[in-house]
């Protein structure tokens, strides 16, 4: 479907009708005026739309809404059953239906939903607009500057890093190791000493109170052992 000629049918359709072209954006968008209002207009060629390709139309004349009193867009004949009304209707975009077939040309063109005016404040449009482009520039710089970093360095020294702490988790773990073993070693030196000191006061133990603690006892004791 050619552009040019539907654009040619809806423009002196408008005209027709009071509107004024004040600019044209691209071969689909048309700003005009239509008394004290701006009027945004997108023209659809689609053929044989679909309701997701309709639905994307929207989205692409929200991203201007705000900008304008009234926004429409202009879809051909064949989108007529698949238009969601009540959706259009909530984001205040009229839609036209427009018929290249037709030899009338007063009803080449149909205003299917009609846009519902919003009114401008300029001052704060500009201002969220600035803040908009601001935000976007920062993003943009904080992107580039990332791209411009290098981090196979950094990838590199995290990597010794893990390597490190796992040698160090390593040694510990061996260290703690042999400490435990320390630990039963001298637990078994003390366990035979106390054996050993315990023996020899029960020999003393067994002797009558008044030989106990004789010193010639010990002495006894010795020769004893040393004979055999």
Do not use: C, H
Not at 42 to 56: K, L, M, Q, V, W
Not at 123 to 148: C, F, P, Q, T, Y
Not at 210 to 227: A, D, Y
């Amino acid at each position: 479907m050619s552009i040019e000629i539907a654009r040619k049918l809806i423009e002196e359709w408008l005209l027709q009708r009071g509107f004024r072209i004040v600019d044209k954006l691209s071969e689909k968008e048309i700003v005009l005026m239509e008394g004290n209002n701006t009027v945004y207009l997108r023209i659809s060629t689609e053929e044989f739309p679909t309701e997701s390709y309709i639905i994307d139309e929207l989205s692409n004349v929200m991203r201007n809404r705000f900008n304008y009193n009234k926004a429409y867009i202009a879809f051909p004949q064949s989108a007529r059953g698949l238009i969601n009304g009540k959706l259009f209707r909530s984001n205040r975009v009229g839609v036209y239906i427009y018929d290249l077939s037709s030899t009338d040309p007063e009803r080449a063109v149909e205003e299917l939903i009609p846009s519902i005016p919003i009114q401008l404040q300029q001052g704060i449009d500009d201002s969220i607009k600035k803040r908009i482009d601001d935000l976007e520039k920062a993003i943009n710089d904080v992107r580039n500057s990332l791209s411009g970093i290098n981090i196979q360095p950094l990838t590199k020294d995290i990597n010794e890093l893990r390597d490190r702490v796992m040698r160090i988790e390593q040694i510990i773990n061996e260290l703690i190791e042999r400490v435990n073993k320390l630990e039963r070693i001298g637990l078994q030196a003390t366990g035979l000493t106390n054996t050993t000191a315990q023996g020899g006061s029960t020999i003393n133990n067994e002797l009558p109170d008044f030989l106990s603690n004789n010193p010639w006892i010990e002495v006894l004791r010795r020769r004893g052992g040393g004979n055999g």
